[in-house]
């Protein structure tokens, strides 16, 4: 794929995470083997939070993680803050992601 391709390709959606989905995480720990492929989690739970959104909340909590302990670079601290306002359903949401970052 040329330059010119991939300035045309559109960005991938950002995933909007819920509380449900947080917290469905959180009771897998964040580790998708026991979430998917052990097959754990309810089918209720399979309804509510796909492979796509469970990767997509580890990847927002590792850079919570960076910012939090001060690794990442200020402008990058500001794109996390922006990426999180997007994808936390809620102020509350935020907040408990923030506190599930370590």
């Keep these: 794929m040329n330059e010119d391709q991939r300035s045309r390709q559109q960005p991938e959606a950002l995933v909007v995470i819920t509380e449900e989905k947080l917290r469905i995480h959180q009771r897998y720990k964040g580790k998708n083997y026991g979430y998917w492929e052990r097959g754990m989690a309810t089918p209720d739970e399979y309804a509510t939070l796909s492979d796509k959104e469970f990767s997509a909340i580890d990847e927002l909590l ?41």
């Design 62 to 102: 590792q850079l919570l993680y960076l910012s939090k302990t001060g690794t990442a670079a200020e402008s990058w601290k500001t794109e996390i803050e922006q990426r999180l306002a997007q994808q936390a359903v809620t102020p509350e949401v935020a907040a408990l992601l923030w506190e599930f970052a370590v």
